[in-house]
């Protein structure tokens, strides 16, 4: 959810260090295609009223159809062109803002509980519409802030709050975890002796019946898998695979689906050395 605007105080944040601005591409090509797409249509509309017979109605129709749907379109790339409107973020010694239009953001490194490789709206990536690519910080109150691809440099960003949420998270996870405790990621949890993944029971059939909505029954459900079922952890384009030696099917866990997966990586290294 979005915070309503408000003051931001940038001096409790420190020293500014970085400004990551609106992309060019955000800023030119939705303005770029509003205009190109109307024009194009407009010279074929044109090309059949010159060149194809009066008779010919049901070509006639469909280059009036394509007219209006490239008028459509256009608004829906000014919107979007417009909706991004003041968009950077500032990028302070202890935290960073984010502005947009009228609203801002503000959110100090030590407020960060997760970080998310994948912008989304709701408790969870499952839980709303998702964009392509991007970014969400979730801060300890639950509010969500996007980084998307609008913005300018937007890996360096990510790789800074990457780096800062390291840094205050790595301590306390790796003592919990050679103490024998567990550290949990979301749906999964890591300890000394395995790893433990909690999900909601599915109904099989329901799925097949409803096209493939997901349908929970009851409680969730802990399984539960000692490392020494896994032969290797190899990080892939998408996901984790934990290989299982023997079996046809191994176990993965989608970077998307995870919380501070770089946190869990990190904790993997002290079970499976070769994880990069």
């Not at 044109?46 to 049901?58: K, N, T």
């Not at 947009?100 to 970080?115: F, G, K, M, N």
């Not at 009851?218 to 023997?246: D, K």
């Not at 079996?247 to 919380?259: F, G």
Request: charged share 15%; glycine share 8%.
């Amino acid at each position: 959810m979005d915070m309503p605007p408000f003051a931001v105080d940038s001096v409790t944040l420190g020293a500014l260090q970085a400004v990551h601005k609106r992309s060019l591409f955000n800023v030119v090509g939705p303005l770029f295609l509003a205009v190109l797409i109307p024009a194009a249509a407009a010279a074929m509309v044109y090309a059949v009223i010159r060149f194809v017979p009066p008779g010919e109605r049901e070509t006639m129709d469909k280059a009036w159809l394509l007219a209006a749907a490239s008028v459509i379109g256009s608004l829906v790339l000014l919107w979007s062109w417009a909706k991004n409107l003041g968009l950077h973020v500032d990028v302070h010694e202890l935290g960073f803002v984010l502005h947009r239009r009228s609203q801002t953001q503000a959110c100090r490194w030590d407020d960060i509980a997760e970080l998310w490789s994948t912008p989304f709206y709701g408790p969870s990536p499952g839980g709303g519409r998702q964009t392509k690519a991007g970014y969400t910080v979730r801060k300890r109150d639950g509010t969500n802030i996007l980084l998307t691809p609008a913005l300018a440099g937007l890996e360096r960003l990510a790789g800074r709050v990457r780096e800062e949420t390291y840094r205050r998270m790595m301590p306390w996870a790796l003592s919990q975890f050679q103490a024998g405790g567990q550290v949990s990621f979301g749906m999964y949890s890591v300890s000394r002796q395995g790893l433990a993944v909690t999900a909601p029971q599915v109904s099989i059939g329901a799925i097949m019946l409803s096209g493939g909505a997901v349908t929970s029954l009851g409680a969730a459900q802990t399984t539960f898998m000692p490392w020494s079922e896994f032969s290797q952890v190899r990080p892939e384009s998408q996901w984790l695979r934990l290989v299982r030696p023997g079996l046809a099917i191994d176990w993965t866990i989608v970077y998307r689906m995870v919380p501070n997966m770089h946190v869990l990586l990190a904790l993997l290294q002290q079970v499976f050395p070769n994880v990069k």
